[in-house]
């Protein structure tokens, strides 16, 4: 998990290029797929449909929101505990680019004997759902895909996610109101 996470690290360290041109959106700050495209997240919905771009991190969560209010319509509840989550959102996180699908299937590797020096991370595969997202993306999706393994959920909130722990639960609980928003 420790190899996974450089990893992670180098990825976050790509520098966000220019958009594809037609993208109309701005020159960094982005959300959307490697070249400033839609992008498809299974966290979002369980389609290939393709999301976005989103010119911001506010724009994306605008609209992520929005997909749950119709949940509180004829739930006054619902509806405070949405509004309550679009205001303490923050959306000032780096972009950074992310796999978006890290979980032990899509990572291959070599064991050469039984020591931890002994495993060698052959291949990262399924890139499918990468691109631009804000900088706690990559935790929120490996505890969301692999969250009840044990030891791998946990490590992807702190060492991953670090300090964005706040941000990851409040995500979670957006996802709660009804799991999967259908498009």
Known sequence: MRKVATFVDQLRAIPQ???????????????????GHGFCDFLITQ??????PFASERAFWDWRVSLFERFGDAHPP?????ADIKRFMPCEHPIVFTHGDINRRNILVRVRGEGPDDIEITAVLDWEQAGWRPIYWESLKWAFIDGHTPGWGEFGRVEIGGHYGPDIDL????QSISGYVPF
């Open 17 to 35: 290029p220019c958009p594809a041109d037609g993208a109309n959106l701005p020159p960094t700050g982005w959300i959307g797929s490697p070249l």
């Open 47 to 52: 389609s290939s449909t393709l999301l976005g």
């Open 171 to 174: 995500d979670f609980v957006l």
């Open 78 to 82: 619902t509806a405070a505990r949405i």
